[in-house]
T-cell receptor, first 111, second 117 residues
């Protein structure tokens, strides 16, 4: 079974704190995406990483793709209440037609 | 605004009733998808259409049918609704990578919250 496991499942932090969310699999991915989903809305694409070891920055968010393309992390610096939401990683498994979503990390940033 | 539009936003059905969920995208994407999202189960693919004129089953196709009406529109039909189909349904679209999914991620609609009683 091909899984994308995210940790932690839930995270509640104070405004201004830093945090890291992890996305792990035993499968190799051709590319990996991170999405944020707010209540009552669909997931919104944040970033795509393609190359092993790649690092991308989006304002206070830093995304890294593992060297072996099996894992990824999302680091948020100085979290703000607007960062609250469900964060999902997802990716296409290399050599297959399968695109799978992670289990999700629900983040709440308190003012 | 460009994007994926889903209708309706909310729906309550009685067991055995049928309904069609509508989806349209205006980004000229080739591929379209239907997902369901359930607590603890994440997003699961129901059906997808890699290009106009083709449709294929995803992970959980039982109880559903789809129609790719044209390049813009992809509908999902529940022929005889069951309580197990209570869920939030998302339509998504993407530029084609290969095998029906994109290397560049999906654009999602805002979802249809369906309750079957």
């Amino acid at each position: 079974t091909q899984l994308l496991e995210q940790s932690p499942q839930f995270l509640s932090i104070q405004e201004g704190e830093n945090l890291t969310v992890y996305c792990n699999s035993s499968s190799v991915f051709s590319s990996l995406q991170w999405y944020r989903q707010e209540p009552g809305e669909g997931p919104v694409l944040l970033v795509t990483v393609v190359t092993g070891g790649e690092v991308k920055k989006l304002k206070r968010l830093t995304f890294q793709f593992g060297d072996a393309r099996k894992d990824s992390s999302l680091h948020i610096t100085a979290a703000q209440p607007g960062d609250t939401g469900l964060y999902l990683c997802a990716g296409g498994i290399s050599g297959t037609y399968k695109y799978i979503f992670g289990t999700g990390t629900r983040l709440k940033v308190l003012a | 605004n460009a994007g994926v539009t889903q209708t309706p936003k909310f729906q309550v059905l009685k067991t055995g009733q049928s309904m069609t969920l509508q989806c349209a995208q205006d980004m000229n994407h080739n591929s379209m998808y239907w997902y369901r999202q359930d607590p603890g189960m994440g997003l699961r693919l129901i059906y997808y259409s890699a290009s106009e004129g083709t449709t294929d089953k995803g992970e959980v196709p039982n109880g559903y049918n789809v129609s790719r009406l044209n390049k813009r529109e992809f509908s999902l039909r529940l022929e005889s609704a069951a309580p197990s189909q209570t869920s939030v349904y998302f339509c998504a679209s993407s530029e084609v990578g290969w095998g029906g999914w994109s290397n560049y991620g999906y654009t999602f609609g805002s979802g249809t919250r369906l309750t079957v009683v």
